[in-house]
């Protein structure tokens, strides 16, 4: 199994970034994705995901009505829109996958990549 996370970066206030998650070793269009952030000195956190099929999808209060997940199964590839971007949104953001967007919220993978850092700062 192996993510590579890209698409991060410096932005500021109110601006917009789109995070990619390239999936392999795995089918990826028979499980749910999803995204997490660390911030620093923080513990890692839920942002978002998505079923396998693009059926529904699932955000943190925080980033409701501002982040949008989408998936390309024919590129093994999840995305991550993010608008109105705040400086509470600075962490290193990571993708992963599970059986189930409930099972996939609770964070309980043993494998994760590198992640992409987003800093949003004026």
């Known amino acids: 199994v192996q993510f590579v996370e890209s698409g991060g970066g410096l932005v500021q206030p109110g601006g917009s970034l789109r995070l990619s998650c390239a999936a392999s070793?795995?089918?990826?269009?028979?499980?749910?994705a999803g995204w997490f952030r660390q911030a620093p000195g923080k513990e890692r956190q839920f942002v978002a995901a998505?079923?396998?099929?693009?059926?529904?999808?699932d955000y943190a209060d925080s980033v409701k009505g501002r982040f949008t997940i989408s998936r390309d199964n024919a590129k093994n590839t999840v995305y991550l829109q993010m608008n109105s971007l705040r400086p509470d949104d600075t962490a290193v953001y990571y993708c992963?996958?599970?059986?189930?967007?409930?099972?996939?919220?609770?964070?309980?993978?043993?494998?994760w990549g590198k992640g992409t850092l987003v800093t949003v700062s004026s």
């Open positions: 070793g795995f089918t990826f269009s028979s499980h749910a």
């Open positions: 992963n996958k599970d059986t189930t967007t409930a099972r996939l919220k609770k964070g309980e993978m043993d494998y």
């Open positions: 998505i079923s396998s099929l693009s059926y529904s999808t």
